[in-house]
């Protein structure tokens, strides 16, 4: 079993819709848990950091975590074609980041 | 303050030849941590530094693969006898540690090619 497991999709949306992104872990000791967005070609992109259990939101990202289930969210309003892009989820510990295989996000004009 | 800098975007070796890849972290940054990415997949983890100390390598990074960090600043990954199974995305990334992890910024990563 993958310590960090992610949908790969692809998933498809129409312009302006709500998108739920998801992931689960399996190491209680993480502690850390961050979303990256990655268009093809290029390095990941942080977009959300949070500690522990919790909401974070910035804009239109807003990012989940419920350690008593380990499940990590992002949810994304009024999307936007610009958003399309792969969506990888991490957490971490005290050492290293263990990434999801990525989610592809695509929203449709 | 520009990011982490990794040199060269793109290379394009022979099966056997050796190539090694530089990673410039933010200045005030003590780790530094190498990842490889194909397509695809997410970043699996390579190695990480905690100033110049190697502190984990992954089984993933078998003998042909070497990384260091002189002085704690910048690293350099090295891939001897090169391999097609080694053509992909290399990533590097950096943060703070210090009491508590902060965030990590990724560099735009070094696309190796083996033919």
């Known amino acids: 079993q993958k310590e960090v497991e992610q949908d790969p999709g692809p998933l498809s949306v129409p312009e302006g819709a709500i998108v739920s992104l998801n992931c689960t872990y399996s190491?209680?000791?993480?502690?850390?848990f961050m979303w990256y967005r990655q268009y093809s070609r290029k390095g990941p992109e942080l977009l959300m950091y949070?500690?522990?259990?919790g909401n974070k939101e910035d804009g239109r990202f807003t990012a989940q975590v419920d350690k008593s289930s380990k499940y990590i969210s992002l949810f994304i309003r009024d999307s936007q074609p610009s958003d399309s892009a792969t969506y990888l989820c991490?957490?971490?510990?005290?050492?290293?980041?263990?990434f999801g295989q990525g989610t592809r996000l695509t929203i449709n004009p | 303050d520009t990011g982490v800098s990794q040199d060269p975007r793109h290379k394009i070796t022979k099966r056997g030849q050796n190539v090694t890849f530089r990673c410039d972290p933010i200045?005030?940054?003590?780790?530094l941590y190498w990842y490889r990415q194909t397509l695809g997949q997410g970043p699996e983890f390579l190695t990480y530094?905690?100033?110049?100390?190697?502190?984990?390598k992954s089984r993933l990074l078998s003998d042909r693969f070497s990384a260091e960090r002189p002085k704690g600043s910048f690293s350099t990954l090295e891939i001897q006898r090169t391999e097609q199974g080694d053509s992909a995305m290399y990533l590097c990334?950096?943060?703070?540690?210090?009491?508590?992890?902060?965030?990590?910024?990724f560099g735009q990563g070094t696309r190796l090619t083996v033919v």
């Open positions: 990334a950096s943060s703070l540690s210090a009491g508590g992890n902060t965030e990590a910024f």
């Open positions: 190491n209680s000791a993480f502690q850390y």
């Open positions: 949070t500690y522990s259990s």
């Open positions: 991490a957490s971490q510990g005290a050492q290293k980041l263990v």
């Open positions: 200045s005030e940054h003590n780790r």
């Open positions: 530094f905690q100033n110049e100390a190697q502190l984990e």
